[in-house]
């Protein structure tokens, strides 16, 4: 190989580094720009979004000032509940305080027993983590029951277990034991407590 077709040969591979180094300079800036654009947006878009706490202190307060309210001795509606913050100045949009109720239910802090005819949903407080408010709490399951018919009129098994749970009796048992040990005391107390073909259970009339 003479001298001319060496220095062909160095031009040759000059160019060809020359040329990979521009593709590989190119690719490099096509991710730095796709990088960009998914940080960014498309040109003209809004910027990116940032994150507040706002919405979350915002929720928070609402759930405190739901809990506040929430009537611990008695069954009640969503809009009781909602008339009730508003007597207390707390005014939440209807899309919110579902949002509270589910999260409340989550926590079990609240469960729903049924829809009224109104189709409103009744809430009972389950009354975890505090302390019986109601004398209930020192009854037995049929007396407790007696004094909850009494009171509301026909209910169903496990509208009934709820309710007693909520007034502080049997807190820290299950709801299938609260629900299998009722049926047999109201069942073997005949005397005080008769069930519609419904299994609706009621307080017998001067029993």
């Keep these: 190989m003479d001298s001319y077709q060496k220095l062909r040969v160095q031009a040759r591979h000059k160019r060809d580094a020359a040329v990979q180094s521009a593709h590989d300079e190119y690719a490099a800036t096509l991710r730095t720009i796709a990088a960009l654009r998914k940080n960014l947006g498309p040109e003209g878009a809004a910027g ?24 611990q001795d008695r069954q009640f509606s969503t809009g009781e509940l909602t008339a ?26 609240l469960e729903r027993i049924r829809r009224d005819a109104d189709g409103q949903i009744i809430w009972v407080a ?18 407790a029951a007696a004094v909850i018919l009494s009171e509301t009129g026909p209910l169903g098994i496990k509208e009934l277990a709820i309710a007693i749970q909520a007034r502080g009796c049997r807190q820290g048992a299950s709801r299938r034991l609260i629900t299998e040990s009722l049926v047999a005391a109201l069942r073997d107390d005949s005397v005080r407590f008769t069930a519609d073909a419904g299994g609706r259970w009621a307080v017998v009339a001067g029993g």
Excluded: F, W
């Design 48 to 71: 990116p979004v940032k994150k507040s706490n706002n919405n979350y202190v915002k929720g928070r307060r609402a759930v405190d000032a739901i809990k506040q309210v929430i009537p």
């Design 84 to 109: 009730l913050l508003r007597a207390h100045g707390h005014e939440i949009p209807d899309s919110s305080m579902r949002s509270h109720l589910r999260r409340l239910e989550d926590q079990r802090a």
């Design 126 to 143: 389950t009354g975890i983590g505090s302390e019986p408010q109601t004398p209930l709490a020192a009854m037995n399951l049929p007396d």
